[in-house]
């Protein structure tokens, strides 16, 4: 037998298309919880079932994959990415780690090659000391070449002198003189540093679909905008789509519009097509940069309260657009003020349009990260789907976190998954990457474990929102997206896992879900530490990846 992940051979049928059997593991399929096997004829899942049904249907026109008590699951889809920020996250200076402004002054000291130095993911609320270096000190390392180094949350940048001059910030909102640069002078900080040539683009995002690829992934949404790229960045992203061994790349397009006329107009001129005018169209910007718009001032910078980048008016004529033209709209929005211009926009679009055209455009917002129970019902009246990280309450939800220096009293409320689910909202999961990793069992894990006990879904909510729901959040035509039964396009991962279970929030689901009689299909146990491993990713058919120790 094919270890996972060989070479499946050549047709044996006839019909030009390669039959695969795959064995002797576990199917997470609604098909049948138990099925430990399952054929795929070309692109298409044909069967699956038990193993002893798997002996009598298995014959030398076949090739056989041994799974080896793997897991074989639909494969994951990233609601939210941005692929050369990740790319470029990936190979540039990873400063996740750095505790000081010193160190970070020596990470772009030691950093070698030339050109314009790049990195990723300082967050000071870790700092003991949270004070930033200066224009003067980034530039004394970087020894006079261009630094760009984007704030963890990707919504500031400290910058160098010599990338403040090419980039003529002085002027510009959000420009102090300082090396921090946030809101217009980010946006034109991060254009600047941004040009490389398109070979240098076309590598960065391959090296993030391969990071997909490596991690279960078999489709993105790729979130481009006019203040993070240019449309030739989001054509490329869209080209993947023809090649062989790529991820689906879901493309959207952040730019408002504003009349029918105007949204035919953007759509004609970006030269690929694209799931909608959505997705990083900012209402509001970050809690961490604290351009997140609240309500109530930021509980760490009284007086402040973050900002409104879209009017009430600008948005509503965005959404009476999109939906006349039945495309998806949506929108940036992370703070209680920004969903509430959002969702005020809804009602003013509704009026002109009729409920019935917002509800059936599919609408989707990014983030969503404040919400109480009333904004969540005017969610669920409009079908909004939103696009949510639970990285995001991983990394800064816990008690002195990043949310409590930032909100106080009001982290404990901060991305209300169960309410979401309570209430009908359609939900769906990414990483925003590279502002969390493509990992996603972790996020996985993170639902499980949210900060707020009353806010933790069960693994299989969980991974239907990793999953099916991406495809649905996107409006895929094809319902059986997502899922492995007989006729669903084949994409899918397999998994070395330790212990396969079912885990929910509440203990006495918990003992009726693990009984054979509930017929539930198991999951990977997330309480051991580590995630599973990927062993192969196959995207309709065809192998995105294969783990090396496979190919022995």
Same mark, same amino acid.
Request: proline share 5%; with cysteine; hydrophobic share 40%.
């Given at each position: ?30 098909? #049948? ?93 870790? @700092? ?98 006019? *203040? ?24 959207? @397009? ?19 097509e694209v799931r909608g005018l959505a997705g990083d169209l900012n209402m509001d910007g970050s809690i961490g940069s604290r351009t997140a718009a609240l309500v109530n001032d930021y509980s760490d910078a009284p007086g ?9 008016? #600008? ?31 809804? #009602? ?74 309570? =209430? ?17 069992? =972790? ?32 409006? *895929? ?29 509440? =203990? ?45």
């Open positions: 037998m094919n270890q996972p992940g060989a070479p499946a051979g050549n047709d044996h049928t006839g019909t030009g298309k390669k039959v695969t059997m795959y064995r002797n593991g576990s199917i997470y399929t609604a098909a #049948d919880p138990f099925a430990t096997a399952m054929v795929v004829d070309g692109d298409t899942v044909a069967w699956v079932g038990s193993e002893q049904a798997a002996t009598s249907i298995a014959d030398s026109s076949m090739d056989i994959i041994d799974l080896r008590g793997a897991l074989l699951a639909p494969g994951f889809v990233d609601s939210h990415a941005h692929l050369t920020e990740t790319g470029l996250a990936l190979s540039g200076l990873q400063l996740g780690a750095v505790r000081s402004a010193r160190e970070l002054l020596d990470a772009v000291a030691s950093s070698g090659g030339t050109g314009t130095i790049l990195g990723h993911g300082w967050d000071e609320t870790l @700092w003991d000391d949270p004070t930033l270096p200066t224009l003067e000190e980034l530039e004394r390392a970087s020894g006079g070449r261009q630094v760009y180094l984007s704030r963890i949350d990707v919504h500031s940048a400290l910058v160098s002198a010599s990338l403040a001059a090419a980039a003529n910030l002085n002027g510009l909102d959000g420009w102090a003189g300082t090396a921090q640069a946030v809101r217009a002078a980010h946006t034109a900080a991060r254009l600047t540093a941004r040009q490389f040539p398109e070979a240098q683009r076309r590598a960065y995002q391959e090296q993030a679909l391969k990071e997909a690829s490596a991690n279960g992934y078999v489709a993105l949404a790729e979130m481009s905008a006019p *203040h993070i790229c240019g449309p030739e960045d989001l054509r490329l992203a869209a080209s993947w789509n023809g090649q062989p061994g790529s991820p689906e790349v879901l493309p959207y @397009w952040g730019e408002l519009a504003t009349s029918e006329e105007h949204a035919r107009s953007i759509l004609a001129g970006l030269g690929t402040e309260r973050g900002n409104l980048y879209l009017t009430v008016d #600008d948005a509503a004529k965005h959404i009476a657009a999109t939906s006349l033209l039945g495309i998806q709209a949506g929108f940036h929005v992370i703070g209680d003020a920004g969903l509430a211009a959002v969702l005020d926009a809804m #009602d003013v679009a509704a009026a002109e349009v009729g409920e019935q055209r917002i509800r059936a455009a599919g609408h989707r917002l990014e983030h969503v990260e404040m919400a109480d129970q009333a904004a969540i019902d005017r969610l669920a009246k409009y079908s909004v789907t939103v696009s949510v990280q639970p990285g995001f309450d991983s990394a800064w939800g816990a008690a002195g976190g990043l949310y409590s220096q930032r909100l106080g009293g009001r982290s404990q409320s901060m991305n209300p998954f169960a309410s979401f689910y309570a =209430s009908g909202v359609p939900i769906a999961f990414g990483s925003d990457s590279p502002v969390t990793p493509l990992r996603p069992w =972790s996020s996985v894990r993170a639902c499980l474990e949210h900060s707020n006990p009353e806010q933790r879904i069960s693994a299989r909510a969980a991974f239907l929102g990793h999953t099916r729901a991406g495809w649905r959040a996107t409006k *895929h035509r094809n319902p059986l997206m997502g899922q492995l039964v007989p006729g669903a396009p084949a994409s899918f991962a397999v998994w070395e896992v330790e212990e396969l279970m079912v885990q929910v929030a509440d =203990s006495r689901v918990q003992s009726w879900s693990t009984d054979p009689r509930a017929r539930t299909p198991l999951l990977p146990a997330l309480d051991t530490g580590t995630d599973p491993r990927c062993l192969q990713t196959v995207r309709e058919g065809q192998e995105l990846f294969a783990h090396e120790a496979l190919r022995v």
